[in-house]
Nanobody, 117 residues
Framework: QVQLVESGGGLVQPGGSLMLSCAAS????????MAWVRQAPGKQRVLVAT???????NYADSVKGRFTISRDNAKNTVYLRLDSLKPEDTAVYYC???????????WGQGTQVTVSS
């Protein structure tokens, strides 16, 4: 059973940066397209970015040019670099494997990102 552990969130001022990590255990995730999603209070989870097994990336329009997704297959880890953060980026961020709009694994606990002055 795959376990996903997200980390790296925190409180940051507008314009600041964070690096989120998603460490997987129990399976080799290198064969999967991996995704970061976020969930703001009272809202549904929203797809933020994906990275394919071959390294191809896609981003939601709201984060394009500000966020960067990457992966280190040797470490079985996926990253999300958040730059130029805005208050509307405040959410709990989760990672998972994704295909055809569905997610493969049980969700982890997520990591809270709060952007506030």
């Amino acid at each position: 059973q795959v376990q996903l552990v997200e980390s790296g969130g925190g409180l940051v001022q507008p314009g600041g940066s964070l690096m989120l990590s998603c460490a997987a255990s129990g399976s080799n995730i290198s064969i999967y397209t991996m995704a970061w999603v976020r969930q703001a209070p009272g809202k549904q989870r929203v797809l933020v970015a994906t990275v394919s097994s071959g390294g191809h990336t896609n981003y939601a329009d709201s984060v394009k040019g500000r966020f960067t997704i990457s992966r280190d297959n040797a470490k079985n880890t996926v990253y999300l670099r958040l730059d130029s953060l805005k208050p509307e980026d405040t959410a709990v961020y989760y990672c998972n494997a994704r295909a055809s709009g569905s997610y493969y694994f049980q969700w982890g606990q997520g990591t809270q990102v709060t952007v506030s002055s």
